[in-house]
């Protein structure tokens, strides 16, 4: 998968997760990911609490990804923090890990 696809996946779901609107849906089912993963994104989030990591903290932190070999996100959710940190240093190897069975299999669904 190419990285702007996975990044147009990303986008929609920080979307869709901040306002889940009829028009959001429409751009993540546009974006490949299938309905019923949509609906059950939906109803997890009244039981599940997600905290998107802002894309300026990764920013922030850019001069001390550059430079590392190995990167780990203990709680890596969708995994979207540890793609954009990829932009910064492509040569790192990176490794998320996720607690939560559904998160990680929506991880799973966008890459």
């Known amino acids: 998968m190419q990285r702007?696809?996975?990044?147009?996946?990303?986008?929609s779901f920080l979307l869709y997760l901040k306002s889940p609107s009829t028009r959001q849906y429409n751009n993540l089912v546009k974006s490949g990911i299938k309905e019923d993963m949509i609906d059950r994104i939906r109803g997890n989030m009244k039981t599940t609490?997600?905290?998107p990591t802002p894309?300026?903290?990764i920013e922030e932190a850019s001069?001390?990804?550059?430079?590392a070999?190995?990167?780990?996100d203990g709680a890596c959710g969708l995994g979207?923090?540890?793609?954009y940190m990829s932009e910064i240093n492509p040569k790192a190897k990176y490794e998320g890990i996720e607690y939560n069975d559904?998160?990680?299999e929506v991880a799973q669904e966008i890459f």
């Not at 702007?4 to 986008?11: A, Q």
Request: aromatic content about 20%; some cysteine; charged content about 30%.
């Open 55 to 57: 894309r300026k903290c």
């Open 4 to 11: 702007n696809e996975i990044n147009n996946k990303l986008e």
């Open 63 to 67: 001069e001390y990804i550059k430079d």
């Open 69 to 72: 070999s190995n990167i780990i």
């Open 102 to 104: 559904f998160t990680s």
């Open 80 to 83: 979207y923090p540890l793609f």
């Open 49 to 51: 609490d997600f905290y």
